[in-house]
Structure formats: structure tokens, C-alpha cells
């Protein structure tokens, strides 16, 4: 089946999902249990009005049976996860389009970003058996959040509370892993602590990988205030082959990342919120593995965020959000020198009603990088249709600015550009949702308008590739999405998004990453209980990049629990698929893994 077919089928599936959760009757109750205040370590984008948000909530991750936070994301078709060698080596995260710079991570509602490169953002010290939930905003979110966030956000929320206990998992490649959590508390204090510990030899010569980390979050209630804290550490040593040009390289890294997350009330109609974050990054990189003398680099980076907001509800059911905060960022490195930078943004937000129809307006001034003064305004409508219908519309401004490797970085097969402009864009989205207790169904139709867009290049016959910043950059396209739960337990995600591009002052022949889009993104879910006591759950994916090919990898996940343990295996890639997400490095084939969790 070539891939417009695979597009036609899945396409026609999720539509009639869609249709359906678009045209149940809407007795059946108000709103998905999913699609709540998240106000607890979530930020305030969940609250603006016109955004769309898809939330991951702690119940479908057990159902989805995933093994790590990048398997979940990739439930998601507005999200591309680019893999490099053996899974959970390094990933890069897009949004829309968007290079990995371009997309913003939080934990906890708190910026933990890496400021020397995008190919480091999921290198975070968090493992699936501590997260409650994920929250993803696609589209440009700097009014809320400053810089990083043009495609979107990705917001993890840890766990405080949940059950003691442990797994031991085996799979192919050579791989192997032990993990545990602890959980104690209640009350107005709880804390999850997690470690775990993993190695594979990799599916080809130079993709080996070993990791351990160990993270604790918790949450801290009285009776005015409302904390959410966390704090980790992870180390991964793997064979990089390929990864950055064809060199038999190796990459050390190791992430400290901690943050507190406080909602203090002032009285019925006020809080303050305060946050504090950190992260620590180090990136020991060895271009010939064999010849650790030829080329090698240690990097140190380091960046920590402080930032206060008062929220008022005000008479006439509107509400006002005034915040500051402040940013330092620096690295000390080999090759891209000692530097540090700082940053400070002012921002407010309103959100009102006229008649039934909710609003807001929003404004940051952000002052940073090359002593750029940056403007980000935004606007947002939601309007109420009949019954559970809404229709929403928002309108951001958006920007973001290079990173350390973007502008010094220099080896064989990398250059950087010290002379690099920050990339700027506007965002525009209009949508119909529907939400009831058992079935959600949203379409959206997007556009983004970027100037000096970053990316990497080169021209036919070099073999180093060069950061530029192109023209214009324009990137139109829509999504449609929905989500079922059936009787007996069953249950089916599903989203589909296409996208196309056009550019204005191209710079280069072939892009290592903006321009390579996944122009077509298909994403379906399946999960439920099965006889003998066993649940499972079928995830199926078709991607077409720009240039590179198509691929649907499929994965199957099954499930027994007994009364103090469970037993689960997972297959991924079932029709082993081998295919490049990045030129000349292919993907790993099919995979298996198994494991058996103790809980209590």
C-alpha cells in the first residue's frame, strides 16, 4: 500500500471517529474528565482562552502501556520525534514544523531548556513511571513563555503520590533494565522518589548505550499555600555514530535539573505564583572513538530561571495575570568559549467575557539577546456554540534566539555562525472542539509566518553542513483529532496533521532539519482490556517527511497483572521497517522488550 492509501485509510478512520464524537448527542454529560483546571505545576496556558491543548492524563499513560516519555509523545501526530541510534540515546522534538529549538520544555510549569543546543531537550532526568501527566500547546507560545516556544510547549507534570515498587525488563539488542519508585505521604505532603538503570549494546556497530539516573518530585498543601517541587539527575554513555557527520563518534552526557513551583493565596479573589528553576547540563563529545585525541570537546551549560505573578479575578467575571522574570544562561567549553547571557521579560495578561463569549489579551516585552528588545503580543476568542461545541481562534507572536552551538560551534562536519539573528513569527489557529464525558473531537486550521528562520544547510558536493538563517518562511496546514472511550473499557486516540511549506530566500540546497518537515502525520491509538485478564494496546503511526520517504512503524504492547506483580511485552516497529529520520543514519528495525513490575 504506497502512502497516499495509508493516508486515505487512516484518515478515513479518524474522520469517522471524529464525526461521530462530533455528533453524539450532548446529554451525555459536560466535559471529558481530561479537560480540567490544571492548575497544580501547570502554567498559565492551559487557562488562556482560543488555545488548544492536548493533555496526556496519568490514566491513559498506564493504558497506553509505554516504556519511556519519547513513546508517548509519539502518540501525538502534531509531534516528530527524531531518534538518534538506539532509543533513548538523544531525540529531537519538533512541533508543526518546528526545528527543536523552536519547541519549549517545562517541567512543572518551570523553562528547562538547554541553552547550548535543541538536540539536548529530552535529556531530562525524568523516567515514564514519574510523570502524571503531559500537556502540549502547538503553536506559538513566547507571549506566555518568552523565547524557545514558537512551535509550542510540551509541559511535564511529575507525580506526588502513587505506589511503591520496581521492574527488571530484558529486550533485543543486548538490552536490559532495573527501575523503582517510592512513595510516601499524605496529607499536605507527599513526595515520588524514582532510579533506574539501563544498557544496550544497540542494533549496529557504534550505538551502544548505558544510562542511570534517579529523580524525586513531591507537593507541599496548607491552607494558603499550594507547592510543587522536583528534582533529578541523569547520565547516558553512548555510541554516536553518525549522529552529527560520518564519524564513529562517542557522547557522554550527564542533566541536573530541580525546580519549585509555589501558588501562595492571597485572599478569595488573588494568588501570587512563584518559580524557581534550574538546569545543568555536561556534553563530553568525541568525534573518532577509536582516536579520542583527534577531536574532542567537553561542554558545561547552565541555565536557571526565577519569575513571580499575581493573578486577580475581577468583578465581572474577568481576570488579570501581571508577571516578571529573569533568565541566566552561560557555558564553559573547549570549543565555544566561556560565555553567559541574561535575559528579563515583563508581561500581563486579561482575560474577560462579553456576553458568552470569552477573550483575552496578552503582552510581553522580553529584553536579551544582542540587547534585542522583543514585543509579544496575543489575542485569543472562544465561543461557545450549542450544547458542548466551542469554537476558538488565537493569534501569538512569537520568537525565539540561536543557541551557543548555532553560533560558535565549529568541527569537520559543522559550522556556526556567530552573525545569526534571532528568528521571529507569527502564528495564527482557528478551531471547532467538542467535549463530552466520553468522547472529545477538535479540527484546527493553522498558519505560521517565520522571518530569518535558523536552520542547518548545505549545497551539493559539501559535506559540512552550515547555520543560516533563511528568508521567509510560511507554513500553513490543519489537524484533526479525537478521542473515544467505548464500553468494556476500550478506548481510541487519534490525530492526523498535515502541513506544507513555502520559502523565500532559501539559503542552501538541502536542510538538515527546518525545511524536512513531517508534511503528512497520522496517529492512532487502541487500548482495552482482552480476556484472561490481559490489556493491550495498539499504536500505529505514518509519517512522510518532506524528502526522505515515507514509514508507518507499528507497535504492539500487552499486558497480565497478577496480585502483587505484572508482566508486560512490548514489540516495536512489528513490520520492521528500516528507514532514515535523519540522512545517513537509519533507524533502528524491529524490537522486542519484556517485564516484570512489582508493585505494592
Known sequence: MNGIRHIQVVAFVLGGLAFGALSAHPSETPRMDEVVVLSEGSGRFLLAPGIDTRVISSDEIAALQVNAISELLETVSSLTLTERGTPGSQADLSIRGASPEGVLLLINGIRAQDPQTGHFLMDIPLDIDTVERVEILAGGGSTLYGSDASGGI???????????????????????????????GEGKGAFTAGARWGRSD???EGTDLEYSGADVSGRWNDEHWNVRWNAGVAEKRFGAQGFYGDYPSFEEVMTLQAGVNALRTIDEFSVVRLRLGGRGHRDEFTLIRSNPGYYRNTHFNRGITVGGEYSRVLRGHGSLVLGAEAERIGITSGKLGNRSDGSAALYGEY?????????????????????????????????????????????DRSFRVPTYTERFYNDPANRG???????HSTSAEAGLNRDTARSSAGASLFATRASRVIDWVRDPG??????????????????????????????????????????????????KYVLNPAEETLAAVFSGPLA?????????????????????????????????????????????????????LRAPGRSYQLEMEFAR
Not at 525488563?169 to 519508585?181: E, I, L, N, P, Y
Not at 555562525?417 to 528568528?423: Q, R, S, V
Not at 490489556?535 to 517527511?545: D, I, K, N, P, Q
Request: with cysteine; charged share 25%.
Open 351 to 395: 482575560s474577560g467575557k462579553f456576553q458568552r463569549n470569552e477573550y483575552s489579551l496578552s503582552l510581553r516585552l522580553d529584553r536579551g539577546y544582542g540587547n534585542e528588545r522583543v514585543i509579544s503580543p496575543g489575542v485569543g476568542v472562544q465561543i461557545p456554540l450549542s450544547g458542548p461545541y466551542r469554537l476558538r481562534m488565537r493569534l
Open 154 to 184: 510540551v509541559n511535564i507534570v511529575t507525580r506526588t503520590d502513587g505506589s511503591q515498587g520496581g521492574g527488571l525488563s530484558f529486550g533485543s539488542f543486548g538490552g536490559r533494565r532495573a527501575s523503582g519508585t517510592l512513595s510516601a
Open 202 to 204: 544497540g542494533d549496529a
Open 417 to 423: 555562525n556567530p552573525d545569526l539573528h534571532a528568528e
Open 462 to 511: 559539501e559535506t559540512a553542513w552550515s547555520a543560516v538563517n533563511h528568508g521567509r518562511l510560511l507554513t500553513v496546514g490543519g489537524e484533526l483529532s479525537c478521542a473515544v472511550r467505548f464500553t468494556g473499557g476500550w478506548r481510541v486516540r487519534g490525530s492526523a496533521t498535515l502541513l506544507r511549506q513555502t520559502v523565500r530566500g532559501r539559503r542552501g540546497t538541502e536542510s
Open 532 to 584: 484472561s485478564g490481559m490489556a493491550g494496546s495498539l499504536a500505529v503511526r505514518y509519517e512522510r517527511m518532506r524528502s526522505g520517504g515515507s514509514r508507518t512503524p507499528v507497535d504492539v504492547r500487552l499486558m497480565r497483572r497478577f496480585e502483587a506483580f505484572s508482566l508486560r511485552g512490548s514489540l516495536r516497529n512489528l513490520g520492521n521497517e528500516r528507514y532514515e529520520e535523519i540522512p545517513g
